[in-house]
């Protein structure tokens, strides 16, 4: 099992922060890594941005593993301007 160290987000979009969306976030330092708190945090960061305006996002988790022997994943959420959609 691994355990989340740093947990960070790093974002393309004007005006938006990590402590801007601190509650979105449920993964924490020092906590078993979970997959579907992963997701969930996604779904929670879309629906936040989402009220902020930015209606086509893309999320992207990046694990990174720490190579010094303990079982420790820092996670980064990266946010980018999805493609838009149009409806006729």
């Given at each position: 099992q691994y355990t989340i160290g740093n947990v960070d987000m790093k974002s393309d979009l004007p005006h938006t922060q990590k402590s801007d969306f601190e509650e979105a976030i449920i993964t924490h330092p020092g906590e078993l890594y979970n997959s579907s708190d992963i997701e969930t945090t996604i779904d929670n960061l879309i629906?936040?941005?989402?009220?902020?305006?930015?209606?086509?996002?893309?999320?992207?988790?990046?694990?990174?593993?720490?190579?010094?022997?303990?079982?420790?994943?820092?996670?980064?959420?990266?946010?980018?301007?999805?493609?838009?959609?149009?409806?006729?």
């Open positions: 629906a936040a941005l989402g009220d902020r305006g930015y209606a086509f996002v893309d999320i992207s988790p990046r694990t990174v593993r720490r190579k010094n022997g303990e079982h420790v994943i820092d996670l980064v959420y990266e946010v980018k301007e999805g493609p838009r959609v149009y409806v006729e």
